[in-house]
């Protein structure tokens, strides 16, 4: 991976991880495996929430129907 690449994906992920949305699913998740009896329930949050939400991010625009 060149020095580009490695920003671009630096640059995603600290975008992703100062929004609100990261921080509240974050902290649902650590909750939830912190009750589920989970090592290290906050790593594991962090990292559940940050593919969760580069995933999302990956997926594109989303069409919501009501």
Excluded: N
């Excluded at 975008?15 to 998740?29: N, P």
């Amino acid at each position: 991976m060149e020095v580009t690449d490695w920003r671009d994906v630096v640059g995603r992920i600290s975008t992703i991880c100062v929004t609100g949305q990261f921080k509240r699913l974050q902290r649902e998740l650590e909750d939830l495996y912190r009750r589920g009896g989970l090592a290290k329930p906050a790593v594991q949050a962090y990292q559940d929430a940050l593919l969760a939400l580069l995933a999302d991010e990956d997926a594109g625009p989303q069409l919501i129907v009501h």
